[in-house]
């Protein structure tokens, strides 16, 4: 959590996404990665992997476009397994893209959306990882650098648990 947030008492990502600017911006950062890596639970990686797919976002004519044909996952074998539960999934941009993209499209709570205030939460805690990671991102002109890696990790303080 940054210093305002704590100051404010806020997490980073209560009021994800803050504006439409800002989410065409990451949407525009996360197409132009080559790869990311997201290190998150098993549990959380097959939420994604069997959501994503199913997003649709509705155009001004009417029309619904599926934005699941840009999610495309790695294979099982590139998913890296590692202590705790933890997976760490590579992903191109566009994929990345897509994740960014459904966790925006979920959060409008209407009466004929399928997705529940428990799929909106993980979408903007996703998404604000996303975002978060993403202010890291600067083209690299061809550059070398480290690949950009998306914590989906948070944990509870010991001071927080209860005996």
């Not at 294979?75 to 897509?98: C, H, I, K, R, Y």
Request: some cysteine; proline content about 7%.
């Amino acid at each position: 959590m940054g210093f305002i947030a704590k100051l404010l008492g806020k997490a980073p990502y209560s009021n994800w996404p803050a504006s439409y600017d800002r989410f065409r911006g990451d949407m525009a950062k996360a197409a132009g990665l080559g790869v990311a890596r997201i290190r998150c639970h098993r549990n959380t990686w097959a939420y994604l992997l069997e959501n994503v797919p199913k997003d649709s976002e509705t155009v001004i004519a009417g029309h619904e476009r599926g934005q699941g044909s840009a999610f495309r996952p790695p294979a099982q074998d590139e998913v890296s397994a590692e202590e705790d539960a933890m997976v760490t999934v590579p992903l191109s941009g566009t994929t990345l893209a897509a994740v960014l993209s459904w966790c925006r499209n979920i959060q409008p709570d209407t009466l004929s959306s399928p997705w529940t205030e428990l799929d909106r939460s993980i979408g903007r805690r996703v998404g604000a990882a996303i975002s978060q990671a993403l202010d890291n991102v600067i083209p690299s002109n061809g550059a070398d650098g480290p690949t950009a890696v998306i914590y989906l990790d948070d944990r509870v303080t010991a001071k927080d648990t209860t005996p």
